[in-house]
């Protein structure tokens, strides 16, 4: 790279003393003998400072020119600094060292004079190749320089690059793998703990069940044994020992009452909260939301028949806003319109599959966003139209700051970090479970399971500013 450059600086300097003898020789040559100073043509024995073509106008009118063309036959050929190679001009038979920057063509003295380029800019050709030689120099300078930041930059940057590249790769690739195996055996761990305690509560449900079995089976023989005694009294006792028997009678009738009668309890099922997990919930919601697979609701808008007249609903059906009194109108009635509440519902029936949308809740101080069953009751003041007040309704409410997930009038509090703006919803039908969680870090707000019945709708409520359905 350096010899690269110190060639170009001997080259560039063996082009300008090159240059400079040309000009020195031509110098000499344009100039008489008697006119030593550079830059002064003597004519007649005077000096003057004209150019030269303007000292060779004839002397007079009709008269011939008074001066000469340069002594260029003399000058160096063999470096090609006269490109016309001694070929005259084919008007005046004179040499061609003059250069026409009008016309862009060699000419001799004569056509700048009198001849065509007259007027023209006009320049020696030896000040004209010496510019040319200037502008080469420079154009092979400027390519070398370019060359030698193109070879550093292969050699260096884009080296230095590559072994960046595979350094940041197999980082990269160790953090992936890190990850993943941190995440799986958290995940074979919590396997491994759940199906353990699967295994526990099963077997505490057989054994629940084992001892119930025995003790009804042993009930019913009891049972069956009295009131195979009682029928052989009936029928086999004499009538005078029958009636003196009715004390001992109405002990094996109590001693069977006394067996009592069997009913079904929780301790003889499986508790569905051994299987929970919120490692598990999250990993399987991510899953649901981020991976290659997810569930949406594209197509999720309210249904404009229930539109509370607390609410307006905006024109593409996504957006409720809370509406003060003045603003409010009276709507037509309509047996699915809220009347007193300011709820509205989505347009969307859910009863299978899995299901996410997500509400914009911006900066509203007052909001409700859940599902509902769509049996729920729509007129009145009361707690059956409600949200979150109701057996029928599971909503997660904000109301001045504080977070709550609602249902059947019980209130439970949530720990939220940070308010935030977007409130999404998870639906999964199969396994009867809802999720509430923030969109933008997926992380989970609140998980409800819960043996769903019928179908359920998207059920919204807000009494500050807006709410949006987000696609």
């Known amino acids: 790279m350096f010899g690269g450059r110190v060639r170009l600086q001997l080259h560039r300097c063996t082009c300008r003393l090159h240059v400079a003898m040309t000009e020195q020789f031509l110098t000499c040559s344009l100039y008489s003998s008697s006119t ?19 000292v060779l106008k004839p002397e007079e009118e ?25 070929e005259p001009c084919v008007e005046h038979d004179s040499e061609l060292d003059w250069f026409c920057g009008t016309e862009q063509k060699l000419i001799c003295s004569h056509c700048a004079i009198v001849g065509p380029c007259h007027g023209h800019t006009v320049t020696p050709l030896a000040t004209r190749v010496t510019a040319v030689r200037n502008q080469l120099v420079d154009a092979c300078e400027k390519i070398q320089l370019q060359a030698l930041r193109i070879e ?120 569905p909260g051994c299987s929970d997990s919120k490692l598990l919930r999250g990993l399987w919601a991510a899953a649901v939301l981020l991976g290659p697979n997810a569930f949406g609701s594209p197509y999720l808008k309210f249904d404009e028949r229930t539109v509370s007249p607390l609410l307006s609903l905006s024109d593409d059906f996504c957006t409720l806003t809370f509406l003060h009194k003045k603003s409010r109108q009276s709507l037509p009635y309509d047996p699915a319109r ?28 007052a909001f409700k966003v859940g599902v509902c069953y769509a049996s729920l009751e729509r007129k009145g003041s009361g707690n059956e139209a409600r949200l979150g007040h109701n057996s029928q309704s599971w909503v997660l409410s904000h109301y ?43 992380a989970i707000l609140h998980s409800v399971t819960h043996p769903f019945s019928s179908p359920l709708l998207p059920a919204c409520a807000v009494t500050d500013r807006s709410i949006t359905i987000l696609h």
């Open 36 to 54: 030593p100073e550079p830059g002064r043509t003597q004519v007649g024995g005077m000096d003057t400072d004209q150019p030269i073509f303007s």
């Open 400 to 442: 001045d700051g504080d977070y709550s997930f609602c249902h059947a009038g019980n209130k439970a509090p949530l720990q939220v970090v940070r308010r935030p703006e977007k409130i999404g919803l998870l639906l999964d039908w199969p396994s009867q479970t809802l999720i509430f969680y923030e969109p933008d870090s997926s």
């Open 62 to 86: 009709g008269g011939e020119a008074a001066a000469t063309s340069p002594a260029a036959t003399t000058a160096d050929t063999e470096s090609g600094i006269f490109s016309g190679e001694g």
């Open 152 to 271: 550093r930059f292969i050699n260096q940057t884009l080296t230095a690059k590559e072994q960046k590249l595979q350094v940041a790769a197999s980082r990269a690739r160790e953090q992936v793998l890190a990850q993943v195996s941190a995440a799986r055996e958290a995940l074979e761990e919590e396997e491994q703990r759940l199906l353990e305690e699967v295994q526990r509560e099963e077997e505490r449900v057989e054994q629940c069940l084992l001892t119930q079995r025995a003790h009804w089976s042993q009930a019913l023989a009891n049972l069956s044994q009295t009131r195979c005694s009682l029928v052989h009294t009936l029928t086999h006792t004499a009538d005078a020992q029958l009636a003196t028997s009715v004390q001992e009678i109405a002990e094996r009738v109590e001693e069977s009452e006394g067996v009592g009668e069997p009913c079904d309890t929780e301790q003889l099922s499986l508790n």
């Open 338 to 365: 809220f009347d007193t509440w300011p709820n509205a519902l989505g347009s969307l029936s859910m009863s299978s599959g899995t299901h996410s949308w997500v509400v914009d809740v911006g900066q509203s101080a």
